[in-house]
């Protein structure tokens, strides 16, 4: 299957720094990427979609404003959490798709959050 | 509304078959995924099952999926130690984005 690669797999920040994760499709282009949030020993969140060239779809609850999300070519989308605080601590983790609708999504290896 | 259930736990010997269950909402999801998770690691896809299919076998995996009452099970054989892990039940519900169940939780005692 095709790759997503996710960067970094872990990461450690203060309280108030911002963070950015990044999520890359290696052999094929993404049309859409999906971030996900997983706590612990629970399911997996979709946080928001994001279309590449255009501004995300967030779920509700989701704060658009703490959790930046940009994808600005077919290969790569960012999600930055913002003025982060420990209960953002948690493992994000994206998926990518060529198509918008009716293709399989490949999932990156995640990334874990802790915020000290 | 969209929403995936699936039992939480399940514990089997090694050499049985195992059977998760999950029941889905929304009979719009074209595909039906079935998804592994080992401790601290991300997504690995195992199988899926197109809607209009009652039944998918790859290997030691066999997916049944009953529309009408919107189940999904997937039956692992010759269950190994190396098989436990949280298994996921995903629906996508008008093709677009995926919606994971809790996840159920394999124990494969030796």
């Known amino acids: 299957g095709a790759v997503v690669s996710q960067h970094p797999s872990r990461v450690i920040c203060k309280s108030g720094t911002s963070v950015k994760i990044e999520c890359r499709s290696l052999?094929?282009?993404?049309?859409?990427m999906f971030w996900y949030r997983q706590f612990p020993k629970q399911s997996l969140m979709l946080m928001a979609t994001s279309n590449e060239g255009s501004k995300a779809t967030y779920e509700q609850g989701v704060e658009k404003d703490k959790f930046l999300i940009n994808h600005a070519s077919l290969t790569l989308s960012t999600l930055t959490v913002t003025s982060a605080h420990p209960e953002d601590s948690s493992f994000y983790i994206c998926?990518?798709?060529?198509?918008?609708?009716?293709?399989?999504?490949?999932f990156g290896q995640g990334t874990r959050l802790t915020v000290v | 509304g969209e929403d995936v259930e699936q039992s939480l736990f399940l514990s089997v010997r090694e050499g049985d078959s195992s059977v998760i269950n999950c029941t889905y909402t929304d009979s719009s999801s074209t595909y039906l995924y079935w998804y592994k998770q080992e401790p601290g690691a991300g997504l690995q896809l195992l199988t899926y099952?197109?809607?209009?299919?009652d039944m998918k076998q790859d290997q030691r995996l066999t997916v049944l999926l009953n529309k009408k009452d919107k189940h999904l099970s997937l039956r692992i054989a010759d269950t190994q130690t190396g098989d436990s892990a949280i298994y996921f039940c995903a629906e996508t519900p008008g093709g677009f984005k995926t919606i994971f169940g809790a996840g159920t939780r394999l124990f494969v005692k030796a």
């Open positions: 099952i197109f809607s209009n299919m």
């Open positions: 052999d094929f282009q993404a049309t859409t």
């Open positions: 998926s990518a798709r060529e198509g918008r609708v009716n293709t399989e999504a490949f």
